[in-house]
């Protein structure tokens, strides 16, 4: 787990160290190209501006070139001592009148090529090699005593390629160093970022049962992480949630099974220091034997539920006449009812018949049953009705009993759960989980509604049986199934 995280505290630097330098690497060569441009702009310009001037102080005399500045102005002297490292003059015949050192290096011109810049006529720039370096030369044509002359003035180009390469040296030069810190600081960032995932890691690896408290600090970031910090606390309820039903289950299922077996114990000892007769015997086997099935009783029902809902358990797929059961199921419960001074009504149509497995839908209805009788107070009222809706035959048990708060309904069809404060010796909280997974085992529908002091009414929709049969051949088929 950690080596991941490092790995993908490595993977995020490299890519963003990879990003970076690619787009400083971009950069860089923009800014080249654009240096390059504005320097050559300026010499351009810079040449121009010395050719003007040039021309200012330039006049021909009998085939001389002669040039008139103010000998006391220190600015005219000196411009015209750079100018005359590149400049030459030359007369329409391409006859050379004057040319510096610079100019010839740089390399003279044919007559022929003068006349051609001279016919040329308007202003024209051109680029000249002088050893390693460039020249950029300014041609251009001026009258002087009637005539017309050519003059040429030059200016090297040397910050032209120069700057801009002297730039990109150094720009590489510190481009490492760049990616260095970037890399520096990518890492820190990374791990900064990650860091709530090694917490998560590490209170995962912390959580056993017996902390299933832990939970993971949000950081309120609103952003990724606190989503899967939110997920993986939700996930933590959920565990301790179960986690604390199971607890409960086997204090509730020792202490369901302790009772009987106390009764069975007491009975047994008692027969045997006191029992004189047969009579006697008797009694207390039977009494023993009443607790014995009651602890079966519980043993087959946890039995059955695990099978239930480990899918072990095969179900039959026959018509079943739901009148049939609730009707024999009411009648069942009537003596019960009375004795709790409840009335018990049922409303009851006629053959409603669905496909599935008698055995669970007595089951089913005998739950209901129960809990309607068992959570409704003396006085009280059960009715019982069957009826078609549609598609769907529909068994509805409503009582006016004692209700189930609103914060328990969620739970009532988890195994084991019973609303807290009902009376241990009551149930074990199975009867519901049972009448949740046979309905979902029919592909039906379940709805509770509930008010606290105002009663209960539990809804199952199951589908009709929609095969052809009448109740006779159903039977007949149901037995060739068997
Ligand atoms: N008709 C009802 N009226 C009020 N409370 C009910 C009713 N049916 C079920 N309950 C509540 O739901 C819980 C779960 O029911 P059940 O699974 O049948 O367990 P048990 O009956 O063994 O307690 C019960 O403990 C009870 O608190
Ligand atoms: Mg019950």
């Known amino acids: ?279 006697d015997f008797r009694e207390a086997i039977v009494n023993a034997l009443e607790d014995v099935d009651r602890i079966s009783n519980i043993v087959r029902a946890l039995l059955m539920l695990s099978q239930a809902e480990t899918g072990q358990l095969a179900l039959k797929h026959e018509p079943v006449n739901v009148t049939e059961v609730v009707e024999e199921l009411v009648e069942q419960f009537r003596a019960s009812a009375k004795e709790e001074g409840l009335r018990l009504n049922s409303e009851l149509a006629p053959d409603v018949y669905i496909r599935g497995d008698r055995t669970q839908m007595d089951r089913l209805v005998t739950n209901l049953l129960a809990n309607a009788l068992k959570y409704t107070p003396r006085g009280g009222q059960v009715d019982v009705e069957v009826r078609m809706d549609g598609a769907n035959a529909v068994i509805s048990v409503a009582d006016n009993g004692k209700g189930i708060p609103r914060e328990s309904l969620p739970h009532i069809f988890d195994r084991f759960y019973r609303v807290p404060g009902e009376d241990p010796d009551k149930g074990l909280g199975l009867g519901l989980s049972f009448v949740s997974w046979i309905v979902k085992a029919h592909q039906g529908q379940m709805d509770v509604k509930s008010e606290v002091g105002l009663g209960t009414t539990f809804t199952i929709q199951l589908p009709l049986n929609t095969e052809d049969s009448t109740p006779e051949s159903s039977i007949r088929l149901a037995e060739v199934r068997q």
């Open 1 to 279: 787990m950690t080596h991941r995280v490092k790995s993908l505290r490595f993977r995020l630097t490299i890519s963003y160290v990879l990003i970076f330098g690619l787009f400083l690497t971009v950069i860089g060569f923009t800014f080249r190209a654009r240096l390059k441009t504005i320097i050559q702009d300026r010499v351009e310009e810079a040449v121009e501006e010395d050719w003007g001037a040039a021309r200012g102080f330039l006049r021909v005399e009998r085939e001389q070139a002669i040039w008139q500045v103010d000998p006391r102005e220190m600015d005219q002297t000196l411009f015209l001592e750079r100018l005359r490292r590149f400049v030459m003059v030359a007369d329409s015949q391409g006859e050379v009148l004057e040319m510096s050192n610079g100019y010839r290096l740089q390399g003279v011109e044919t007559a022929a090529e003068l006349r051609a810049h001279f016919k040329e006529g308007s202003p024209r720039l051109v680029v000249k090699e002088l050893g390693k370096d460039r020249v950029l030369l300014r041609f251009g044509v001026f009258r002087s005593e009637g005539k017309l002359y050519l003059l040429a003035v030059g200016r090297r180009m040397t910050n032209v390629q120069g700057l801009p390469n002297a730039f990109m040296r150094d720009y590489f030069t510190v481009l490492p160093l760049l990616l260095l810190l970037t890399f520096v600081l990518g890492w820190f960032m990374a791990g900064r970022a990650l860091m709530p995932v090694n917490r998560l890691a590490e209170a995962a690896q912390r959580i056993s049962g017996s902390s299933l408290h832990l939970r993971i600090p949000q950081r309120y970031a609103n952003d990724e992480l606190d989503q899967l910090i939110v997920a993986f606390n939700k996930m933590m309820e959920r565990l301790s949630e179960n986690f604390e039903q199971i607890r409960r289950f086997s204090t509730d299922v020792s202490h369901e099974l302790r009772t009987p077996l106390t009764g069975i114990r007491g009975q047994l000892e008692v027969a045997l220091l006191t029992a004189r007769t047969e009579e």
